[in-house]
């Protein structure tokens, strides 16, 4: 324990002091909700946590600049749906950038394509993940389970290929 003070609580038990510590508990509930929906909704096309593979950072800023002029036309015109959907979109897009950008600083982050390509959607149901999932894309090094790869995988790896 590297710290020189610990917090007393009322009952007397004892803990190490958070200071400089992470503290998501200072992130909004509502927030946490409203981007949980964006979440939720992409799943069906994206797969649940498909974005923890990885999206290129030059990509998900694409994404949050239509996003934000998007949001400023909803603002002026007064159209309050499209404001939250695009709140929405810009967290759920500044949640992948930050997680990519993660990734990539902790020796993660792995490319498995030369190159940027359209592929086409391959259906399923991933129960593991969420019953709800239409349809997901990924490719042979991936898990079969939860869709990630190796490094990723928080359950027993199988691979899909």
């Not at 927030?31 to 649940?48: I, L, Q």
């Not at 695009?86 to 950038?97: F, R, Y």
């Not at 391959?122 to 898990?143: E, H, Q």
Request: proline content about 5%.
């Amino acid at each position: 324990m590297n710290t020189t003070k610990l917090r007393r609580f009322p009952s007397g038990a004892v803990r190490s002091d958070d200071t400089g510590r992470e503290r998501p508990d200072f992130i909004s509930p509502y927030a946490e909700k409203a981007v949980g929906d964006h979440f939720a909704g992409n799943s069906n096309d994206f797969g649940a946590v498909n974005y923890w593979k990885g999206i290129p950072e030059v990509e998900v800023l694409a994404s949050i600049k239509r996003h934000f002029l998007d949001l400023q036309i909803a603002i002026y015109e007064g159209k309050t749906e499209d404001v939250r959907k695009n709140w929405q979109a810009i967290t759920a897009n500044c949640i992948m950038g930050l997680h990519t950008h993660e990734i990539i600083r902790l020796g993660l982050y792995k490319e498995v394509y030369d190159k940027t390509e359209l592929v086409d959607v391959v259906p399923s149901i991933v129960p593991s993940i969420a019953p709800s999932i239409k349809m997901t894309v990924y490719d042979k090094t991936d898990c079969k389970s939860c869709y990630l790869s190796k490094q990723m995988c928080s359950c027993n790896f199988q691979p899909a290929g």
